[in-house]
């Protein structure tokens, strides 16, 4: 049975396992976390070019994330050193910033969560590098339209597997696979919290969606199949066939008739080419 807790802004902000529904002030706060993020990646657009470095995208994200007024929720998270994570070409997420150079062909998704006022803005967006391949091209288009079809689901009423169909049915449609080892996540005040949002299931199975919850969709989508490997350094996972992948992600919150996402581009930049 899954439970649900109304919660308020000044209240506790364990983990608890049941999902939390949050009132007008959160969304207020989660407007101005992803408003924070978005403009993130909206920065990065120019940057995006053959030979720059994943390092150096992370040190633009660090000092634009703190001159805005937030503190960027992975750096220290779980000893993780850094920013962002940057996932590149059969890299599925949490690609860990280096000194490599990005090469033109390259598919590339850079992820953010920016903490504003305790408030986690949670995003990520793919960018093509130079002369992108058409097939790469296609996936990229996919993804996105995986999360927007996803995105269309969550309204009260509907259920988590309602949102995963729409995403598995398009993404498999186009003979993709989608990760199943990886999912979206309740957010808020705390970076990681319940509902899991997985992307493949049935219609009408799963949590119910109540106004006032708060999570991330976040589909990855391979050309290949969907099993995915980690590697040795304990965070980049990549496919087990080396097959491209992409990803994209938007942090959401379902109101009484439908959903607000908190992560929209203020640019229009929310998908290549930018």
């Known amino acids: 049975m899954t439970d649900y807790v109304t919660v308020t802004s000044d209240a506790p902000h364990g983990r608890t396992g049941a999902i939390k529904l949050h009132g007008r002030d959160a969304f207020d706060g989660m407007h101005k976390a992803g408003r924070l993020a978005a403009e993130t990646l909206d920065m990065l657009v120019p940057h995006m070019v053959p030979g720059v470095t994943t390092a150096a995208l992370d040190r633009l994200i660090y000092d634009f994330i703190l001159a805005g007024g937030g503190v960027p929720a992975t750096l220290g998270y779980r000893g993780y050193a850094h920013s962002t994570c940057i996932s590149i070409n059969h890299v599925v997420c949490h690609g860990i910033p280096a000194d490599k150079p990005l090469k033109s062909g390259d598919i590339v998704n850079v992820d953010v969560t920016p903490i504003v006022d305790g408030w986690h803005g949670d995003s990520s967006r793919m960018y093509l590098i130079g002369d992108v391949p058409l097939k790469a091209k296609r996936l990229v288009e996919v993804t996105y339209e995986c999360l927007m079809l996803g995105i269309e689901q969550a309204r009260p009423g509907n259920h988590m597997g309602d949102v995963a169909h729409a995403i598995q049915r398009h993404a498999e ?23 899991e949002v997985v992307h493949v299931g049935r219609p009408g199975t799963g949590v119910e969606l109540r106004p006032g919850m708060i999570f991330t969709i976040e589909p990855m989508i391979n050309i290949g199949r969907p099993d995915v490997k980690l590697l040795e350094d304990g965070w980049t996972a990549v496919t087990r066939d080396r097959s491209l992948s992409a990803q994209f992600e938007h942090s959401i919150g379902i109101t009484e008739d439908g959903c ?15």
């Open 260 to 274: 607000e996402i908190f992560t929209c581009s203020p640019a229009g930049l929310d998908k290549p080419p930018y």
């Open 173 to 195: 449609s186009n003979r993709y696979g989608v990760v199943r080892d990886f999912c979206g996540h309740g957010l808020g005040r705390l970076f990681h919290d319940a509902p």
